[in-house]
């Protein structure tokens, strides 16, 4: 079993849908959770932390549960610029040594 | 405007081949890493550094080596490159922030490697 676990997609939706892309990760002692994005053939890029009490950051919402082991990411009214791969990474470790995980992906296409 | 640099950005070389893989960071930070990337797949951590004089091993299995002799510079070599070796590359760097939960990574462009 991989310890961080995403639906790959694609995901295909229209210019202005709200799409929802959860993550599971199988190591409890996880403490830290992010966002990556990912263009094709291009390195992922920081989106946004996750904190327990969730967060938002404009058309962007993170939320995680820890009891279920789970991470969620909402982007509301999707933009055609939006399309990408969306990576979600656990980590293990302190806040010193600690190693990011990263999932398989999550590819969203955002159609016209 | 990039803060961590990886050359080359492409590499098509022979089986037996000695490589390289160069990595630069200017942001002074301590921790810089390697992953390796199939397409479509996800990123494996192949190797890790601490600080100078500081490498360990990722969590996949990997021939290749590494060096940590100055804080920006962390270069990966792959002494008898084999086509198995036919990846992307990535390089990336963070700070080592005492009790800061928030530490994201900054990753280079990466190193397309085809070794035929």
């Known amino acids: 079993r991989k310890e961080v676990e995403q639906d790959p997609g694609p995901f ?9 892309f ?10 830290s959770f992010f966002w990556y994005r990912q263009d094709c053939r291009k390195e992922p890029k920081l989106l946004m932390s996750v904190y327990s009490s969730g967060n938002e950051d404009g058309r962007f919402t993170a939320q995680l549960n820890r009891a279920s082991q789970y991470i ?12 990408a791969t969306y990576l979600c990474v656990a980590v293990h470790g302190s ?4 190693k990011l995980i990263f999932g398989q992906g999550t590819t969203l296409q955002v159609k016209p | 405007e990039a803060d961590i640099y990886q050359t080359p950005r492409y590499l098509v070389i022979g ?6 893989l160069e990595c630069s960071q200017t942001m002074g930070h301590d921790k810089m890493y390697w992953y390796q990337q199939d397409p479509g797949m996800e990123l494996h951590l192949i190797h890790y550094s601490y600080g100078v004089n500081s490498t360990e091993k990722g969590d996949l299995s990997s021939e290749s080596t590494v060096s940590r002799i100055r ?18 590359y990535l390089c990336a760097s963070s700070e080592a922030r005492q009790g ?15 070794v035929v």
């Not at chain 2, 089986?15 to 390289?20: E, L, N, V």
């Not at chain 2, 804080?71 to 992307?88: G, I, K, M």
């Open chain 1, 95 to 98: 806040s010193n040594t600690g």
């Open chain 1, 72 to 83: 969620s990411l909402l982007i509301r009214d999707s933009k055609l610029s939006d399309s």
């Open chain 2, 100 to 114: 800061r939960a928030n530490y994201g990574y900054t990753f280079g462009s990466g190193t397309r490697l085809t």
């Open chain 2, 15 to 20: 089986t037996g081949k000695k490589i390289t």
């Open chain 1, 22 to 31: 959860n993550c599971t990760y199988s190591n409890s002692a996880s403490q």
């Open chain 2, 71 to 88: 804080t920006e510079h962390f270069p990966l070599t792959l002494e008898s490159a084999r086509p198995s070796h036919t990846s992307q």
């Open chain 1, 12 to 20: 295909n939706v229209p210019e202005g849908a709200t799409v929802a």
